[in-house]
């Protein structure tokens, strides 16, 4: 069975950082590319960043300069280093683990900023 687990979300103050994480289990995590995305109320859900199997990583241009993904893959964990968190940022933070035809999602972690 194949779980992804995200933690880590707050309440932060504008400006301030916070680390998500995400544990995967029941898949080889360096095979899959591991992204995050995350859906504001009454917005679709949205593409925030990818650590690809190659390693390479890609960005939302609104997170580009602020947010870092990385991955441990002898840990099955992915993380999302969000800094200078703005209130648009605010959101359910969504795993997700995808290889060919084969995606995952985890339940979210909520992130809300405001002062």
């Known amino acids: 069975q194949v779980q992804l687990v995200e933690s880590g979300g707050d309440l932060v103050q504008p400006g301030g950082s916070l680390r998500l994480s995400c544990a995967a289990s029941g898949i080889m995590l360096r095979s899959f590319d591991m992204g995050w995305y995350r859906q504001a109320p009454g917005k679709q859900r949205e593409f925030v960043a990818v650590?690809?199997?190659?390693?390479?990583?890609n960005y939302a241009d609104s997170v580009k300069g602020r947010f870092t993904i990385s991955r441990v893959n002898t840990k099955d964990t992915v993380y999302l280093q969000m800094n200078n968190l703005k209130p648009e940022d605010m959101a359910v933070y969504y795993c997700?683990?995808?290889?060919?035809?084969?995606?995952?999602w985890g339940q979210g972690t909520q992130v809300t900023v405001s002062s």
């Open positions: 997700h683990a995808k290889f060919n035809a084969l995606e995952y």
């Open positions: 650590s690809a199997s190659d390693g390479s990583t």
